[in-house]
């Protein structure tokens, strides 16, 4: 399996509108000294938030890792928490969790359920632009958080804002 050989780090960090150098971030950020700055060098996103959410993103070196979590035909499960606004019938339930269209394309079936009264939990298999924001839209609810929890079996769990870790030995994609 892949990741069994490799020891990604992933990083809860401030969603950014261009690429970059993750070193040079957290440095900046005073969030780690320059010494361990530089054993994150090379390491790039695979994926990521949009600029008005927050959550896990991983880091990786290894670009076969990166495929596997976001590219086209992966099936790693990605969770998410999704405070709305509005009303939601069953029927509209249902066609957030297996029956809409982004782009002309037909998504894949998603699991979406109700977590509380304001707050839905998505799991998805694929990351379009702005999907989860799209799909509230055609359904009528407006989002007002949205926040990555779990990525395959890597939960975000307490790791506060701005932190990382590298990943357990249990902890594989």
């Given amino acids: 399996m892949l990741g069994s050989f490799l020891t990604p780090a992933y990083s809860l960090l401030f969603p950014m509108a261009e690429?970059?150098?993750l070193s040079k971030l957290m440095s900046?950020?005073?969030?780690?000294?320059?010494r361990k700055a530089d054993v994150l060098r090379g390491l790039a996103p695979a994926g990521r938030l949009d600029?008005?959410?927050q959550?896990?993103?991983v880091f990786t070196q290894d670009g076969r890792i990166a495929?596997?979590?976001?590219?086209?035909?992966?099936e790693i499960e990605k969770e998410y928490l999704v405070r709305v606004a509005g009303s939601l019938d069953e029927?509209?339930?249902a066609r957030l969790n297996h029956g809409l269209t982004l782009d002309g394309a037909k998504l894949k079936p998603a699991k979406v359920s109700?977590?509380?009264?304001d707050q839905l939990r998505f799991i998805?298999?694929?990351g379009k632009k702005r999907q989860i924001r799209r799909m509230c839209e055609m359904v009528g609810l407006k989002v007002l958080g949205l926040k990555r929890v779990r990525i395959g079996k890597v939960m975000l769990g307490d790791l506060p804002e701005g932190q990382w870790r590298y990943l357990r030995e249990d902890e594989r994609f």
Wanted: hydrophobic share 30%; aromatic share 2%; charged share 30%.
């Fill in 19 to 21: 690429p970059i150098r």
């Fill in 28 to 34: 900046e950020r005073g969030l780690c000294s320059r």
């Fill in 51 to 53: 600029i008005d959410s």
């Fill in 55 to 57: 959550g896990l993103l």
């Fill in 67 to 74: 495929k596997h979590l976001i590219g086209a035909d992966s």
């Fill in 91 to 93: 029927r509209n339930l």
């Fill in 114 to 117: 109700w977590q509380n009264q």
């Fill in 124 to 126: 998805l298999k694929e």
